[in-house]
């Protein structure tokens, strides 16, 4: 095709969430060419469509689906992009052809280059250059270090999914694709935000799902087949609901085949903002966990995104879970239906959990997402909604395993105690709240943000004892019906004794107590930071959207509140192999905490670090790619202040990592402390010297 003539067609494509519609720019580029794109917005999707030789997609030799192609994109600050392409026959689901694609979705805003890499002389090479734009779209779910999810330009996501059909990709399933579409809607009437499905089941529960034009023969996809997983995929997504993909069950995947089936896979649909991989259904069946990490570090190599990535059936806390590094969530299936457990130990469960998390340094999304078959039964009913309540003041999440399942409407009083749990969420801080059972009677779980606001649960509808005898000021309380989102006032709480809270609904019941007059805080005067060495870092103030390094444009996307507008030192990602017991120093003038942002990926601390500081329960998310920050704290008193260098002895690392910056706040002492490390005995406090 002459260059000359060619002109890009544009078409708007379907979006997750309830931002607007997502731009999508199709393009169909001459072979060799250097091509201005044009300009798109942040997190849009660029579909760039390549001509290379005509192929036959059922028989013929050289087989297309095993060429290589990928997308090496270079974004404004310097971060590279390696993302498959793929063959897609005549580009209108036609076998045969000579169209490859390129999906990409930009992160940053600014001038954007791409050149191609393929073992095809045709699709090899070619290089092109595109701006992007900001946007209001809230950009991909992501983990940014904790226990739930996060788009990165958006709000934090609260789990309310469904696990059925696993086959739902199965032609025959409800009857038919549109007959799907029907199903989804109702779904997402419900308030359901998640949908759990299976793209390799075979010979599985049904052998009704798989990518390949035949499962004998795992070289040759069905193209007409993966446009029609493509449209379901973007109607899921306009609904405002994630993708848990399955990547496969049962033993059909030859493992010589797994990494061109992780490549493909994440080449059509990697491209989705809202999208969980979950490594297989039962891995224990075909996998041993060495083999569950490296297929994990695998998809993770593979997928530009860094998408979140679960396994199924891990479900009790074990080290090689925990300490891997992989997984971002967790996709936990109970031994025995939810209607014979009780819910209290459902939250058990969950604090278990997360308690093991954290001591691992690695805290993740707790999810129970099979938690025996559920009926349309009362009685079902009322078990299922005790524990999802139970789970969700545990920090955790949960999709529902129903059954039988012929129509989502069967099942409609369980979706709508869902959309209820997941409506009250979403309406407090849950992502800064943490459980503490401490604060009421036996008869409930309870959530706090500390001096700010609790969230109980009365399992069985009586009445509840609350210890305010730490607190201090006036509680609001708003009673809250869990089976009708039914919300009713009432009479405001003294702090400084127990008390005793009655629901109002003679049935389970919520309760929200937000603290009205808080304690006036402390505001003290910033430290004082004198004697930076090395002389180029530089002294700043922390806020969402700023960068952290003298030499890079990485910007810190997810800051708790309590760090805003704190003293901090840039650092030089340059130097993150420096390798000096001594290497940062600094004096502060008074009592301070010096909280070191540690890159999360390294898989063993610099001993300077590990021996001195505490892991906190904090961390922080930036756009460097694959990172989280955990902050690890040590109170000084005033006086000089040395650090080592990011890989000073003790230091390990077998993947891509970044140097650490440091966080500087004044300390208030322990009881103000908005830090507390775990445990908090930890923290060592020193005395002024006369």
Not at 109 to 138: A, C, H, I, K, Y
Not at 191 to 197: E, H, K, L, P, R
Not at 644 to 658: D, N, R
Request: charged share 20%; glycine share 8%; proline share 7%.
């Amino acid at each position: 095709m002459d260059s000359r003539n060619f002109r890009p067609s544009f078409r708007i494509a379907g979006v997750w969430g309830w931002m607007a519609a997502c731009a999508l720019f199709c393009f169909a580029l001459p072979s060799a060419a250097v091509t201005s794109l044009g300009t798109l917005g942040k997190w849009g999707l660029l579909e760039i469509r390549l001509q290379g030789p005509s192929l036959n997609g059922y028989t013929g030799s050289p087989n297309p689906f095993a060429i290589r192609l990928d997308g090496i994109f270079r974004g404004p600050d310097g971060a590279e992009y390696r993302v498959p392409g793929f063959f897609d026959g005549n580009g209108n689901g036609g076998q045969s052809g000579n169209v490859w694609k390129i999906r990409f979705v930009p992160d940053q805003t600014g001038d954007w280059t791409m050149t191609t890499e393929s073992s095809q002389t045709e699709l090899n090479g070619q290089s092109f250059s595109f701006q992007v734009e900001p946007s209001s779209r809230p950009g991909f779910l992501r983990y940014v270090g904790g226990y739930y999810l996060k788009f990165l330009d958006g709000p934090y996501w609260f789990k309310a999914g469904v696990d059925d059909p696993e086959e739902f990709l199965g032609e025959t399933v409800f009857g038919g694709w549109p007959q799907k579409r029907v199903q989804v809607d109702h779904l997402a009437a419900k308030g359901v935000n998640s949908m759990y499905i299976v793209l390799l089941d075979y010979p599985g529960d049904s052998g009704l799902v798989f990518p390949w034009l035949s499962v004998n023969d795992q070289t040759r996809y069905d193209i007409d087949k993966m446009r029609r997983w493509e449209s379901m995929f973007d109607y899921i997504r306009d609904r405002q609901m994630v993708l848990h993909l399955v990547l496969e069950d049962d033993g059909a995947l030859i493992p010589a085949n797994r990494e061109n089936f992780y490549r493909y896979i994440i080449a059509r649909f990697g491209h989705h903002t809202g999208l969980i991989w979950n490594l297989r259904e039962e891995y224990n069946e075909r996998y041993s966990s060495t083999q569950a990490v490296n297929y994990s570090l695998l998809l993770q190599q593979l997928d530009p995104y860094d998408h979140p990535i679960a396994v199924h059936n891990v479900n009790a806390p074990v080290d090689w879970y925990l300490r891997s590094q992989v997984f971002s969530a967790t996709s936990i299936q109970t031994e025995l239906p939810s209607v014979t457990l009780p819910p209290r130990q459902f939250n058990a469960m969950a604090l278990e959990w997360r308690q093991a998390a954290q001591d691992a340094g690695h805290p993740m999304m707790i999810s129970f997402d099979e938690t025996g078959k559920i009926s349309s039964s009362d009685k079902d009913r009322s078990n299922v909604r005790r524990m999802s309540w139970c789970l969700a003041l545990a920090n955790a999440q949960c999709e529902l395993h129903v059954w039988p399942l012929a129509d989502y409407a069967e099942f409609d009083s369980l979706w709508n105690d869902l959309n209820h749990l997941k409506t009250f969420m979403l309406g407090v801080p849950f992502w800064e709240m943490r459980p503490d059972n401490s604060l009421v009677s036996p008869n409930a779980v309870a959530m706090t943000r500390a001096g700010h606001e609790i969230v109980a649960y009365s399992i069985d509808g009586l009445p509840v004892i609350v210890d305010l005898s730490g607190q201090q000021g006036i509680w609001n309380c708003v009673w809250y019906h869990p089976r009708t989102g039914q919300r009713v006032s009432a009479e405001a709480v003294p702090s400084g004794g127990v008390v005793t809270l009655t629901p109002p609904f003679g049935s389970d019941a919520v309760f929200h107590l937000v603290n009205t007059k808080p304690e006036e805080p402390v505001v003290p005067e910033k430290v004082v930071i004198e004697n930076l060495q090395p002389s180029r870092y530089r002294i700043s103030q922390l806020y969402k959207d700023s960068t952290y390094y003298v030499d890079r444009t990485f910007t810190l996307i997810d800051l708790p509140d309590a760090l805003q507008g704190l003293t901090c030192i840039k650092t030089a990602n340059d130097d993150k192999a420096n390798a000096d017991s001594s290497f940062i120093s600094f004096s502060v003038d008074r009592p301070a905490n010096i909280l070191i942002a540690f890159d999360s990926r390294v898989d063993a601390k610099p001993e300077w670090l590990s021996n001195n500081f505490v892991l906190t329960d904090w961390s922080i998310g930036v756009s460097d790619k694959g990172a989280y920050l955990q902050l690890w704290n040590r109170t000084v008193a005033p006086g000089m202040v040395q650090l080592g260098g990011t890989a000073a002895p003790g230091f390990a690392a077998s993947s891509s990592y970044s140097a650490y910056f440091v966080v500087i706040q004044p300390y208030l002492g322990a009881a103000s402390d908005p830090y507390p490390p775990s445990p908090p005995q930890g923290v060592q406090v020193f005395k002024i010297a006369p």
